[in-house]
């Protein structure tokens, strides 16, 4: 892989460069003590002093909201819609998402990919570059080793850089073409790289579990108590799906302007939610928590790996730090390997 040298002093001139020709940038903000992503002016605005974001970047390609489509009733009474319409996605650059989130783009490729492929999601993925940045430190949420990730994974990312040194510059791997196309911008910013290793600069992220043993003993356990036992404290509140880079939950609504029009949009939705697969007669066929549990562990660790060849689960650990009942989903893993 192509490597280049960047010093932290020019980092936003070429952030600037970056932005020159109308595209969006998306970064790291922190505000009131909380790190997410923001579209960004300047990389004066860019913080990464943090772990891990509160939300991923997830929502750059699949966004909380979206509409689908608009339709308009007419006079006569026929309604003629106004399709989605791709022309209004912006060009746009992710800076700094971490390796566990840019690793999360496969899943959410396989799920909006698979059987049809999903236009809103593939037309966003097409006009996103994402820069990952590396870990360099690690907090006890992180699980990455042991769902197949790295702290310094290039997976998913267009541009990987690393900080190097004394933290006075970084790697740059370009991964793709158009990682390639967003360093030729930076001209003589970016310098060689030779003799430049990034592997002494990782997180040391320690390696909880065996995945392939935790995966055959889930597989087998569908009839268990463990499901029951792991979920007890379980809300159903859904904050570990919304900020789960690789959650692909969704529902379609309808939002209606009067009777003659409305916009018909996607919204975040979590299977760990009642209402998921409540059906209009009242039946709910997930209709106690631990089924709901089961169901996301299962689909993430099970149903996915046998359909699309991956996993639903990158390590990333939000879900552990965001639970407000702290359900801690490496030590739950964990105990499917004892069974
Ligand atoms: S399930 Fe939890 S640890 Fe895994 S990717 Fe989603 S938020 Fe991260
Ligand atoms: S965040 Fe915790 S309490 Fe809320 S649904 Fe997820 S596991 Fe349950």
């Given at each position: 892989m192509?490597?280049?040298?960047i010093?932290?002093?020019?980092?936003?001139?070429?952030?600037?460069?970056?932005?020159d020709d109308?595209?969006?940038l998306?970064a790291?903000v922190?505000?009131?003590?909380?790190?997410?992503?923001?579209r960004?002016k300047?990389a004066?605005?860019?913080?990464?002093?943090?772990?891990?974001t509160?939300q991923?970047a997830?929502g750059v390609?699949?966004?909380?909201?979206e509409?689908?489509?608009?339709?308009?009733?007419?006079p006569d009474?026929?309604?003629?819609?106004?399709?989605?319409?791709?022309?209004a996605?912006?060009?746009?650059?992710?800076f700094?998402?971490?390796?566990?989130?840019?690793?999360?783009?496969?899943?959410?490729?396989?799920?909006f990919g698979?059987?049809t492929e999903?236009?809103?999601?593939s037309?966003?993925?097409?006009?996103?570059?994402?820069?990952?940045?590396?870990?360099?430190?690690?907090?006890?949420f992180?699980?990455?080793?042991s769902?197949?990730?790295?702290?310094?994974?290039?997976?998913?990312?267009d541009?990987?850089?690393t900080v190097v040194?004394?933290?006075?510059?970084?790697?740059?791997?370009i991964?793709?073409?158009?990682g390639r196309a967003?360093?030729?911008k930076g001209g003589?910013?970016?310098?060689s790289?030779t003799?430049?290793?990034?592997?002494?600069?990782?997180?040391?992220?320690?390696v909880?579990?065996?995945?392939?043993?935790?995966q055959?003993?889930?597989?087998g356990a569908?009839?268990?108590?463990?499901?029951?036992?792991?979920?007890?404290r379980?809300?159903?509140?859904g904050?570990?799906?919304?900020?789960?880079?690789a959650?692909a939950?969704?529902?379609?609504?309808?939002n209606?302007?009067g009777?003659?029009a409305?916009d018909?949009?996607?919204c975040?939705?979590?299977?760990?939610?009642s209402?998921f697969?409540l059906?209009?007669?009242?039946?709910n066929?997930?209709?106690?928590?631990?089924?709901?549990?089961?169901?996301?562990l299962?689909?993430?660790?099970c149903?996915?790996?046998?359909?699309?060849?991956?996993?639903?689960c990158?390590?990333?650990?939000?879900?552990?730090?965001?639970?407000p009942?702290d359900?801690?989903?490496a030590e739950?893993?964990?105990?499917f390997?004892?069974?």
């Open positions: 192509e490597q280049k040298y010093p932290k002093a020019s980092l936003k001139a070429w952030l600037g460069k970056v932005r109308g595209r969006r998306y790291p922190t505000e009131n003590g909380k790190t997410s992503f923001r960004v300047s004066d605005e860019i913080s990464m002093e943090h772990v891990q509160a991923s997830k390609a699949f966004p909380r909201t509409r689908l489509f608009s339709y308009v009733r007419q009474g026929d309604v003629t819609l106004q399709d989605y319409d791709p022309s996605i912006p060009d746009t650059v992710v700094g998402l971490r390796p566990c989130d840019a690793a999360a783009l496969k899943p959410l490729s396989g799920i698979w059987d999903d236009k809103p999601f037309e966003r993925m097409r006009r996103v570059v994402f820069v990952g940045v590396s870990c360099s430190r690690c907090d006890a992180c699980f990455c080793t769902v197949g990730g790295h702290p310094g994974s290039a997976e998913g990312s541009i990987l850089l040194g004394d933290g006075e510059g970084y790697l740059a791997e991964v793709t073409d158009r967003l360093v030729e003589d910013l970016f310098e790289a003799g430049i290793s990034k592997e002494d600069y990782l997180a040391e992220v320690p909880r579990f065996s995945v392939e043993e935790v055959r003993k889930m597989a569908f009839e268990g108590d463990i499901w029951k036992s792991q979920s007890a379980c809300l159903g509140c904050a570990c799906a919304f900020v789960c880079p959650c939950c969704f529902d379609i609504q309808e209606a302007r009777s003659g409305g018909r949009i996607r975040w939705d979590s299977c760990g939610f209402l697969t059906h209009t007669s009242g039946h066929p997930r209709s106690t928590q631990s089924q709901r549990w089961r169901q996301r299962l689909h993430k660790f149903y996915m790996p046998q359909r699309l060849s991956v996993r639903g990158t390590g990333c650990g939000r879900c552990s730090r965001a639970c009942v359900m801690n989903l739950h893993l964990g105990e390997e004892h069974l």
